[in-house]
């Protein structure tokens, strides 16, 4: 048989809960406003034709573009450059690797991508948002950015 002072308990008890998950609340909610995910510098180098290439030419070693057209879709990029690319939220796939090689000439295609990805911020394509995630160099392992790269430089990219 239950007393007054065991639903006491009982209340206070759920009281203090209710309030612990307020206060978790709380601080989570000011750390995710207040966060702000580290951007790696961009070097103040001049691009060259020879921007990257090192890099790149180990990732692309054994990569798969078909790998790499999965991780596309897995990764979220086509949400902004296949659908949103009719939107002006980011340029098309389709014909990347084309406007790769002249986009920031004398770099290659081939770099130009792996800076897009890995420092999007270092070059904006003119009537584009500075849309493009910001922590891809982090998140993508060497392997998956080499099939990523090697996919977009196919004509099946798009």
């Known amino acids: ?3 007054v002072a065991d639903g006491r308990k009982l209340g206070l008890s759920v009281y203090i809960v209710i309030g612990l998950l307020v206060i978790f609340a709380v601080f989570f909610v000011l ?3 207040t966060f702000h995910p580290p951007v790696a ?3 103040a180098e001049p691009v060259s034709a020879t921007s ?3 890099i790149v ?3 692309l070693v054994d990569a798969d573009p078909q790998q790499g057209a999965v991780l596309v879709v897995s990764y979220g990029c086509t949400a902004c450059h296949r659908e949103g690319a009719q939107n002006g939220v980011a340029p098309a796939f389709v014909g990347v690797a084309a406007r790769a090689a002249e986009r920031r000439a004398p770099m290659t295609a081939a770099s130009y991508i792996y800076e897009s990805v890995i420092h999007p911020a270092a070059y904006i394509v003119e009537d584009y948002p500075n ?3 910001q922590n891809f160099g982090a ?3 060497d392997r998956e950015l080499g099939d990523i790269i ?3 430089l196919t004509e099946q990219a798009g």
């Open 1 to 3: 048989m239950k007393t």
């Open 31 to 33: 750390e995710l406003v």
């Open 41 to 43: 510098e961009v070097s």
């Open 52 to 54: 990257y290439v090192a």
């Open 57 to 59: 030419d180990d990732l």
């Open 131 to 133: 849309s493009m995630v």
């Open 139 to 141: 998140r993508l392992t």
């Open 150 to 152: 090697a996919y977009l």
